[in-house]
């Protein structure tokens, strides 16, 4: 288990509270995209991909429609790619007819730094060229190094950078849960 | 030249004896000597040898002047307690005529360091077509009794068969490359379960053990006697063995590095384990070990064989085929027969002095350490336990398979008919 | 960690499942209208060839390529290595140049092993197979061929080959497809069988992970895989067999042989094919041999191998034996 769970994490949401939220954004969606026809969803592993599933059966609730969603990896295009020993590869699953001239939202868990949607930008860019992209997320926590904002925004979570916000989805990690911990100290030389 | 005296040591791993050296020859051999004026060496705790006899050993010189010469050579010969070398006949040009072996023999006497004794070749260019002029050798100025195509086999079994009537009529001996060449043909390893993991070319063991079966049969046919240089496996053991106890008259040779080292180390495509006879198994060296001590193999030769620096540093394939082996030679036989408990030094003073120029007809060398013999003899410590160097080597070349690991003894001293040439670790 | 690809029995199960895994989502990326990805932009890969092999340089380079490197193609014939200069002066040079990785192919065995630890270069070092000893991307690209069509794209993902047959035919004497296949499908949990004339067996394959027959008509009706080796025609002077014809009718591969195997089981060959000689046009041409996937398949292993090697700031690949050594 990740040490930065344990100790004294507090959830912030809870199941019942992402459901809600991911039907608010769901119909901010429908609202904003007039009618979401030419929506694609594509999450960002890993929990990123679950929600949007989860964005996609809702959408496909209000408007009837099936609504193309996908997974977008981009591991390979990590600003700190050469910082780390190599990851291994997640899914990149583009829903069949494409991304060219659609309206694409991005989907993933926190938006903190915005490094990683900026990674996603450029994987896009090697996919198609969407009409648009927007941006959806579960929780933003602020401390943006990027010029980068959220479209669609579960829940702002004001936070310091001593605190940690975990994101657990039943697909994954068996509950639903938005956890805000303290970071845990490192020790002399570990930094 | 003046008297040294010799204080304490143990003559042939003995009782500590005092060694009286007058001029070239040895003087006296007691307990409590005194003599005026004499330089005395401490040898409390070492071991007094017979300057010891390498009957195999590349000097290089004429033609490889890059890797040795007959100066380097000696120098390292000394520096291992050796007092006698015999320098193999595979240079440039080969020593198939009296004027190369009797350029060698010259380069020998002015090192100064230990005698050299050159080996003839069997066949012209060591090509075993067409038998080089022996009688010239023999006649010539160095007196030539070994002949060796070594390096290459005599493969041919009527030349060999004339070559080892031939040298009958002036007491020569051939020594046979035991090497079948058509089942050797690109090999680069033995062969077993390492070759084929590397997949290196395999050189099996039943190519040197044919040629040894058939040559102890010829020399058995014609009532000749053969030497067979550096033996490496259990099945050459076996076939000496054999033809002992029929009374041919056969001699054995095996190496320092065949005591010791197996083709496993291979595994590390290092050059420095690239060797001809290859590496082989366990199996094999402990079969090695115990004919050496049982005196099925008779005596231990270094194959010292120099290579410079880039035949070595380079793959596998393209490495030259050889090891230096005259400065870590008594330490190596020390480690794997000595402390071993499989020989005593007596034992080891018969198979890398005695027995070796006898076989050389030496003159001179390999004599018992007593009154009115000459002064040949090697002062070994036994207790010194060190990391090998081949910094401090005196042969130009470096390819030591032995590089940084711990090995027993140090030879200290080595005498050459009375005259210091190695002195405290340190060459005169 | 492990810097270098050397030999596939250095690759734990782990590590060749996170290469096959790995190939499996660089395989997506052909499927792309952009076949690129920026994993190895900045670095520098040479493919340093010894020996003519147009077909695995163009892998690797097609795989280079694709993960944005800066590809230089080093051919040793008609260089300066041909007027004599040895393999460390060549190294030398390319490390003066700051290549990150060298590809080799080498006529002898050990040579990229020698390359890798020797000091020469810092480099990393992919072995693109070294004389008869290995040719580990040629075995991760069968066992990936296999994964695919033994256990499924998806399904695969994780797995291993636990339980399957695969039977090798030909001159294994010779062949580091053969060491590194005998390697790699022993450490994913398959079974292999040798199938080959006794001349054609390296002494000491009694201690290699694996069966050897030499009868493959016995072997046929059990094997998931058959592997069919090249037989080089230079062979044919050095007396391993009596002539050609005898070699292809006791262990050439036609379409009654195939006949004899599992209705699922599917025929490889690391190629170039002799056709008539270890396998007849029927059986090379028919849907179970997978020759062309393979050649496919080679880009994405390739690709994974270069990723997981080249692309962070260390290894992602645990290393084993080859440091032990």
């Known amino acids: ?191 | ?428 | 960690m492990m810097r270098h690809l050397i030999s596939a029995a250095d690759l734990t199960r782990d590590d060749a499942v996170l290469i096959l895994d790995t190939a499996e989502e660089m395989a997506r990326v052909a499927d792309r209208p952009i076949k690129k990805l920026p994993a190895l932009r900045g670095r520098t890969v040479v493919n340093l060839f010894f020996e003519d092999s147009t077909r695995t340089r163009i892998s690797f380079e097609a795989a280079e390529k694709r993960l944005s490197a800066d590809v230089i193609n080093f051919a040793a014939k008609g260089s300066s290595v041909s007027k004599g200069e040895s393999l460390k002066d060549t190294a030398q040079t390319l490390e003066a140049m700051g290549v990150d990785a060298v590809v080799i192919r080498h006529g002898a065995s050990g040579a990229p092993y020698r390359l890798a630890t020797s000091g020469w270069i810092d480099a990393t070092v992919i072995n693109a197979g070294d004389g008869t000893h290995q040719h580990p991307t040629q075995a991760l690209l069968d066992a990936f061929t296999m994964r695919r069509r033994l256990v499924g794209r998806d399904t695969g993902l994780g797995q291993d080959l636990e339980g399957k047959r695969v039977t090798v035919v030909g001159d294994i004497l010779h062949s580091r497809v053969a060491r590194s296949n005998v390697d790699l499908l022993h450490t994913l949990g398959a079974e292999v069988t040798l199938v080959a004339p006794p001349t054609l067996v390296p002494v000491g394959v009694e201690h290699w992970p694996c069966e050897v027959s030499y009868d493959l008509d016995r072997v046929l009706p059990k094997s998931d895989a058959v592997m069919m080796l090249r037989v080089q025609r230079e062979r044919m002077n050095a007396a391993f067999f009596p002539t050609e014809r005898e070699y292809s009718r006791r262990y050439g591969l036609d379409g009654d042989r195939m006949a004899k195997m599992p209705e699922h089981a599917i025929v490889m060959h690391p190629g170039p094919m002799v056709r008539g000689m270890e396998i007849t046009a029927e059986v090379a041409d028919s849907d179970r041999c997978t020759v062309v996937e393979q050649v496919a398949n080679g880009v994405s292993i390739r690709m994974a191998v270069l990723y997981l090697l080249l692309g962070g700031n260390e290894p992602a690949v645990t290393h084993s034996r080859t440091e032990e050594k």
């Open chain 1, 1 to 191: 288990m990740d040490s930065q769970d344990s100790g004294v994490a507090r959830p912030v949401l809870e199941g019942p509270d992402i459901a809600r939220v991911l039907t608010r954004i769901a119909h901010e969606i429908v609202e904003r995209a007039k009618g979401a026809e030419d929506v694609v969803l594509l999450g960002i592993p890993t929990r990123g991909v679950f929600l949007g599933q989860r964005l996609a059966a809702k959408l496909e609730e209000i408007t009837g429609r099936k609504i193309p969603v996908g997974s977008l990896d981009i591991t390979m295009y990590r600003d700190d790619l050469r910082m780390h020993p190599p990851r291994a590869l997640a899914r990149t699953d583009i829903p069949g007819d494409g991304i060219d001239g659609r309206l694409v939202v991005l989907v993933d868990d926190v938006l903190f730094s915005g490094r990683t949607i900026r990674a996603a930008l450029d994987a896009l860019n090697d996919i198609g060229r969407p009409r648009a992209v927007q941006l959806a997320v579960l929780v933003d926590r602020g401390h943006r190094e990027l010029p980068i904002r959220a479209d669609y925004v579960g829940k702002n979570l004001p936070t310091s950078l001593r605190e940690t916000v975990k994101v657990q989805l039943a697909e994954e990690d068996g509950r639903d849960a938005v956890l805000l911990g303290a970071k845990p100290t490192a020790p002399a030389g570990e930094r």
């Open chain 2, 1 to 428: 030249m003046s008297k040294i005296l010799i204080r304490g040591a143990k003559v042939l791993g003995g009782e500590p004896q005092d060694v009286l050296i007058d001029g070239s020859e040895i003087a006296e051999v007691g307990q409590g000597l005194s003599a005026e004026g004499a330089v005395v060496v401490e040898a409390e705790g070492k071991v007094l040898l017979p300057g010891l006899v390498d009957l195999h050993t590349h000097l290089r010189e004429p033609g490889r002047e890059d890797s040795e010469t007959v100066l380097t050579g000696t120098r390292a010969a000394a520096s291992g307690g050796f007092t006698s070398v015999f320098a193999m006949a595979n240079t440039f040009p080969v020593a198939d005529t009296a004027g190369v072996v009797e350029q060698v023999w010259r380069l020998g006497k002015e090192s100064g360091y230990c005698d050299v004794q050159p080996i003839g070749a069997v066949t012209v260019g060591l090509e075993g077509k067409k038998l080089a002029e022996l009688g010239a050798m023999h006649e010539s100025a160095a007196g030539v009794t070994v002949f060796s195509d070594d390096g290459k086999c005599v493969d041919d079994a009527v030349i060999m068969r004339r070559a080892l009537e031939y040298v009958k009529a002036f007491g020569g001996v051939v020594a046979q490359h035991a090497q079948e060449p058509r089942l050797t043909e690109g090999a680069q390893m033995n062969e077993g379960i390492v070759s084929a993991e590397l997949g290196l070319g395999g050189w099996p063991a039943v190519a040197e053990e044919s040629i040894i079966a058939r040559d102890v049969l010829l020399a058995e046919h014609v009532g000749s006697r053969v030497h067979i240089c550096h033996l490496s496996t259990a099945g050459s053991v076996e076939i000496v063995r054999w033809a002992k106890s029929r009374g041919i008259d056969v001699t054995a040779e095996v190496t320092p590095h065949h005591l010791l080292l197996t083709d496993e180390l291979v595994r590390t495509y290092n050059p420095v384990y690239k060797v001809n006879p290859p590496l082989r198994t366990e199996r094999d060296v402990m079969a090695l070990r115990e004919a050496l001590a049982d005196g099925t193999i008779d005596i231990v030769a270094t194959d010292h064989a120099p290579h410079p620096h880039e035949d070595k540093d380079c793959e596998w394939g393209a490495a030259a085929m050889g090891m230096v082996g005259l400065e870590t030679a008594l330490s190596v036989v020390q480690h794997t027969m000595v402390d071993t408990g499989l020989l005593t030094w007596a034992g080891v003073a018969e198979r890398m002095s005695l027995t070796p120029a006898r076989i050389g007809q030496a003159a001179g060398h390999g004599r018992p350490v007593s009154a009115g013999e000459p002064a040949n003899l090697t002062l070994v410590d036994p207790a010194y336990r060190g990391p090998v160097d081949p910094a401090g080597f005196a042969s130009r070349s470096r390819n030591t398979p032995y590089e940084g690991r711990e090995l027993p003894g140090r030879v200290t001293h080595t005498w050459l008919r009375g005259r210091a040439t190695l002195v405290d670790g340190k060459l005169q």
